[in-house]
């Protein structure tokens, strides 16, 4: 939650003994013309006249659920030296990869980075840019960082295209999507991104948020932060949803899907209810030759970060096994207001071979490392 | 007898109206004209499309008769009393004048020919929530009736239920002691996910589960459980296992961000122990896992036993979700019912 200034002298989780890798790092920008040099002069006035055209109305980067925090950040995260938190490169090194003794580090650029806007190909050439910029002032800067190839995922191809450029390039390990796409994400649209990711060995990440121009509910909008916050792991448990019973791990089985900031708890439960109900309605999905379940197991990764909060600590190992130990990775959401500290974060009712791996065992298998 | 318990009390049984003209008799002149001269055949809802399998059981698809509901159910099962729960698209129509009328028809079509005829039978008052004082008239009128149990809307709405234009809806729901029935299903003004219509019936009935999320995280965070603490909520083929794991989430968030909703003034997880209660048709889980769930709920009291007649659950009498401990069948198939319906103690028809 919301720490303020460490009191702790550097230190890495005991338990880490495999690396610590943290997937959920979250680079800004330290200006909005910082894209500039990858963006067509067109583009570049389309960003300053109509900036970034997102399907909730606001302009300016306001959320229309107001954060708890200014940009959703740590009070302490803001770097000494001005700009906003994660747009300094020491100062991120200092506050999280020194700290706690980072050994792989993931970024997740979220806005203004395009995604989900009104214009996919003002999305597009966002996501170029991003991916340019991400290389030029992060990952090539400090080689304890992975950058995420974004794309403008409302467009299909145009993404494909994106990540066939960036394929084998070691500077990227994963591609990012929203978990609040257009269309639910097993949709046939989005089946170029999931084809080219899996010929370029990169998983997808969903990172929790964007506006999918629908209602946050299916029962219409809600009223408060909190509810967004909840939100997350509901529109996640749709995404899931539609990612199996659509087929797209039939048609890409080497395919890894990564959902993360989305919480886990509701995994057990999703898979349950699916194969239960599969059991009456199979004959409508004849393309699934698995149990719904065994393609979670299979094909699908969670991050920790915001863990749920069982009353009693051993409820999380039950949660925790019913997934699949070697299927959850260690984030902790610097530099936002809920971050997870990484020598707090795992509850000692887990084993210390269970948390090496949930520190780095299992993203070193997954992303290669 | 269904495995060995007497006195067996059933929260979820589904009167199938087989057409509008099942209803015409119970509207006035005007209606019964509309329905006539404007063709309207039926307004069966998509939410259980009529030849799904999940719709009916293949051996009970007849389910538009008191009597089939005796002879597949009541009799066999030795049901001693039963709460229909009508799911026809009377809430899905656009109209707020037409929900009404063909609402009222609906109540009165189930008391006519379900209540009427059997004294086993309890039944829900439907509500046409697209106007709240109409909701409230419909319950004004039917209240009197003490064989109506509960209230009941479906669970995806043009509006989280939270939302303050509601509330009068609960007040009368806590004036005539009436709990607020939640029952799975969309009104279909929003896609049934937050992103989008998906392309098949195994996802849009699995959706229910999110849809309930949403709509009881809408009622802790608007206060509606803080404001009407005697008002129950009961939430019917919701699946059971997304509960605890939601909760566990929202009760996390709200200890960093209650500032924006102070009046939540009590954890989730205890204001959901006091005053929500679930049918436990479909419950979601495996059976070797039930017992770890049911530790995680931590209450005995929140579970009541659902046939969910006629829709496909389960074969022949598994009605009872497998690997429930013998020891909670007395609350989960009667006791919790009766606690949970103070209408029901009554024991009496009108």
């Known amino acids: 939650m919301n720490v303020i200034q460490p009191i702790r002298g550097k230190s890495k989780p005991p338990a880490a003994t495999l690396g610590l890798v943290d997937v959920d790092i979250h680079p800004r920008m330290k200006k909005p013309t910082d894209l500039n040099p990858w963006l067509s002069q067109c583009w570049q006035a389309h960003l300053e006249t109509y900036g970034i055209r997102a399907r909730h109305g606001f302009v300016g980067g306001q959320p229309p659920f107001p954060k708890a925090q200014p940009l959703a950040c740590r009070r302490d995260a803001w770097p000494p030296g001005g700009g906003t938190p994660a747009s300094d490169l020491d100062f991120l090194r200092f506050q999280l990869l020194d700290q706690y003794g980072v050994d792989v580090g993931v970024l997740n650029p979220l806005q203004p980075s395009g995604q989900g806007d009104n214009n996919n190909e003002f999305s597009a050439a966002m996501a170029f840019a991003v991916n340019e910029w991400q290389l030029a002032e992060w990952t090539r800067k400090e080689p304890r960082l992975r950058g995420s190839v974004v794309v403008p995922y409302d467009d299909g191809p145009a993404s494909a295209r994106e990540i066939e450029k960036r394929a084998g390039d070691p500077n990227f390990c994963q591609v990012l999507m929203m978990s609040r796409t257009a269309e639910p994400a097993g949709k046939s649209r989005y089946w170029p991104i999931y084809e080219a990711a899996e010929a370029a060995g990169l998983p997808v990440a969903f990172h929790a948020f964007g506006y999918s121009g629908w209602a946050m509910t299916n029962g219409g909008w809600p009223s408060f932060y909190t509810e967004e916050v909840s939100e997350h792991a509901i529109s996640a448990q749709n995404q899931v949803v539609s990612l199996v019973v659509e087929g797209v791990f039939e048609r890409f089985p080497k395919l890894k899907v990564v959902m993360i900031e989305c919480g886990f708890a509701w995994v057990p439960n999703v898979a349950w209810r699916l194969d239960q109900h599969w059991t009456q309605l199979r004959g409508e999905v004849p393309h699934l030759k698995l149990k719904p379940s065994e393609y979670i197991k299979r094909n699908i990764w969670f991050s920790t970060q915001p863990m749920e909060d069982p009353e009693r600590p051993e409820h999380i190992l039950d949660i925790m096994s019913w997934i699949g130990w070697d299927k959850i990775l260690f984030a902790s959401d610097y530099p936002h207001w809920d971050f997870d500290d990484p020598l707090l974060a795992l509850s000692g009712a887990i084993s210390a071979e269970k948390r090496r791996d949930i520190y780095g065992g299992n993203a070193i298998k997954l992303y290669g490392l | ?350």
């Open chain 2, 1 to 350: 007898m269904l495995h060995g318990q007497r006195g067996i009390i059933d929260v979820d049984v589904h009167p199938v109206v087989p057409n509008m003209t099942a209803l015409t008799p119970y509207m006035d002149e005007f209606w019964r004209d509309q329905v006539v001269e404007r063709g309207i055949n039926t307004i069966a809802s998509q939410n259980y499309p009529p030849n799904a399998p999940k719709t009916a059981r293949a051996d009970w698809k007849q389910a538009s008769k008191v009597g089939d509901l005796q002879a597949q159910l009541l009799d066999p099962w030795g049901v001693e009393m039963a709460i229909c729960t009508p799911l026809y698209g009377t809430q899905m129509v656009m109209n707020a004048d037409m929900a009404r009328a063909f609402t009222r028809a609906l109540n009165d079509w189930t008391r006519a020919e379900w209540l009427d005829r059997d004294a086993r039978l309890r039944a829900s008052i439907v509500l046409p929530m697209h106007d709240p004082e109409h909701a409230v008239e419909e319950i004004e009128r039917l209240a009197p009736d003490r064989r109506f149990v509960q209230a009941q809307v479906l669970v995806m709405g043009e509006t989280p239920a939270g939302k303050r234009q509601h509330w009068p809806v609960y007040q009368a729901c806590v004036k005539h002691g009436l709990p607020l029935a939640i029952h799975a299903g969309s009104c279909f003004r929003h896609p049934v996910t937050s992103v989008g219509w998906p392309s098949w019936y195994l996802e849009e009935y699995s959706a229910q589960a999110q849809g309930f999320q949403s709509t009881l995280g809408s009622l802790i965070t608007e206060g509606v459980l803080g404001k009407f603490p005697e008002l129950k909520i009961v939430l019917l083929e919701s699946g059971v296992t997304w509960l605890m794991p939601f909760l566990y989430r929202l009760q996390k968030t709200w200890k960093g961000t209650r500032f924006e909703i102070p009046w939540v003034d009590r954890p989730p997880i205890e204001l959901v122990r006091d005053q929500v209660r679930l049918s436990c048709q479909p419950f979601d889980a495996p059976p070797e896992v039930v017992p770890r769930v049911l530790e995680m709920l931590g209450n005995d009291d929140m579970l009541m036993w659902a046939s969910d007649w006629p829709h496909w659950q389960y074969d022949g009498d598994e009605a009872i979700p497998p690997g429930m401990p013998a020891s909670l069948l007395p609350k989960l198939m009667r006791g919790n019912a009766l606690a949970t319906y103070a209408r029901l103690r009554e024991g009496v028809t009108a």
